[in-house]
């Protein structure tokens, strides 16, 4: 059974910067694309970032663009998602996720989940 287990996430003052990881347990993930999604409290999950299996091809929410950054690294079977610029609404649990679609808005629907790492701004 394929688990993914984040970490990184912390406390951080608003305008900071967090670099969250995200091993795979088995190799088989390594031909899946790979996503971070969040879910702040009392809030759906949602979307942050996309990364395909080359990671060649990026894809970010709104709210992420520009400030965030997703990046894999395919011989530590491992996805990062680099955070800047930290704003109190980026509080949430966040959570790495692996699927061999394409189809980021089944926020619910992808193969594989992690557990969650959590991520606290203060202003």
């Known amino acids: 059974q394929v688990q993914l287990v984040e970490s990184g996430g912390g406390l951080v003052q608003v305008g900071g910067s967090l670099r969250l990881s995200c091993e795979a347990s088995e190799r088989t993930v390594i031909g899946y694309n790979k996503g971070w999604f969040r879910q702040a409290p009392g809030k759906e999950r949602e979307f942050v970032a996309a990364i395909d299996v080359s990671g060649g091809i990026t894809y970010y929410s709104d709210s992420a663009q520009g400030r965030f950054t997703i990046s894999r690294d395919n011989a530590k079977n491992s996805v990062y998602l680099q955070m800047n610029s930290l704003k109190p609404e980026d509080t949430a649990v966040y959570y790495c996720?692996?699927?061999?679609?394409?189809?980021?808005?089944?926020?619910?629907?992808?193969?594989?989940w992690g557990k969650g790492t959590l991520v606290t701004v203060s202003s």
């Open positions: 996720a692996a699927d061999r679609g394409w189809e980021w808005h089944r926020t619910y629907g992808m193969e594989y």
